[in-house]
Nanobody
Framework: VQLVESGGGLVQPGGSLRLACVAS????????MSWYRQAPGKEREKVAY????????NYADSVKGRFTISRDNAKNTVYLQMNTLNPEDTAVYYC?????????WGQGTQVTVSS
């Protein structure tokens, strides 16, 4: 099982980034997917969620209206489009797959928002 995130980096306040997470080794289309983030000294928090078929999404209040989660089951990939980024969005972003008692995590990708 692998979840490999990409797309992180350094961006100025107000900028955008698109994260991607490519899955392998499990039936991706059967799993709900989420993005979490963890800032230094803070607990990991869930920022976005999408069902296995992509018909339902939800977001943390802190990112609602700025972030969009989507998935392409044909490519075994989940995305996180992040717009209007601010310094408080600086964190390591993790991809998460969940189905019943099965939970998988990626290694994370760093997002830094700074001028």
């Amino acid at each position: 099982v692998q979840l490999v995130e990409s797309g992180g980096g350094l961006v100025q306040p107000g900028g955008s980034l698109r994260l991607a997470c490519v899955a392998s080794g499990f039936p991706f289309s059967s799993y709900a997917m989420s993005w979490y983030r963890q800032a230094p000294g803070k607990e990991r928090e869930k920022v976005a969620y999408i069902t296995s078929v992509g018909d339902t999404t939800n977001y943390a209040d802190s990112v609602k209206g700025r972030f969009t989660i989507s998935r392409d089951n044909a490519k075994n990939t989940v995305y996180l489009q992040m717009n209007t980024l601010n310094p408080e969005d600086t964190a390591v972003y993790y991809c998460n797959a969940r189905r019943l008692n099965y939970v998988f995590w990626g290694q994370g990708t760093q997002v830094t928002v700074s001028s």
